[in-house]
């Protein structure tokens, strides 16, 4: 069984910051890459970050000099640091994970989404 969790979400005033955390939990499986997805009501799901298992970084431009996605892999855990918040960023924030699962026979890899958390920014 395979899981993971977002957390970090809330409410937050225009100019602060705020740090999401996702965990993947399981057994025999790597985490690839890490991304982070938002959407906004009446809006389409949109790539926000992505951190690749070299630690090599790509940014929305929305979100560039402010956001920051990291990955602590002895944990399993990404992270994205948000500074200089704006209303804008107001959304439900989504993990996604392309995991390697290592069996036996096998090796395959899958894609997984988080529940999601909420992020409000008030002006």
């Known amino acids: 069984q395979f899981d993971l969790e977002e957390s970090g979400g809330g409410l937050v005033h225009a100019g602060g910051s705020l740090t999401l955390s996702c965990v993947a939990s399981g057994t025999s499986f790597s985490v690839n890459a890490f991304s982070w997805y938002r959407q906004a009501p009446g809006k389409q799901r949109e790539l926000v970050a992505v951190?690749?298992?070299?630690?090599?970084?790509t940014y929305a431009d929305s979100v560039k000099g402010r956001f920051t996605i990291a990955r602590a892999n002895d944990k399993n855990t990404a992270y994205l640091q948000m500074n200089s918040v704006k209303p804008e960023d107001t959304a439900v924030y989504y993990c996604?994970?392309?995991?390697?699962?290592?069996?036996?026979?096998?090796?395959?890899?899958?894609?997984?989404w988080g529940q999601g958390t909420q992020v409000t920014v008030s002006s």
């Open positions: 996604n994970a392309d995991i390697i699962f290592s069996g036996s026979l096998s090796v395959y890899s899958q894609d997984y």
């Open positions: 951190i690749d298992n070299n630690g090599s970084t």
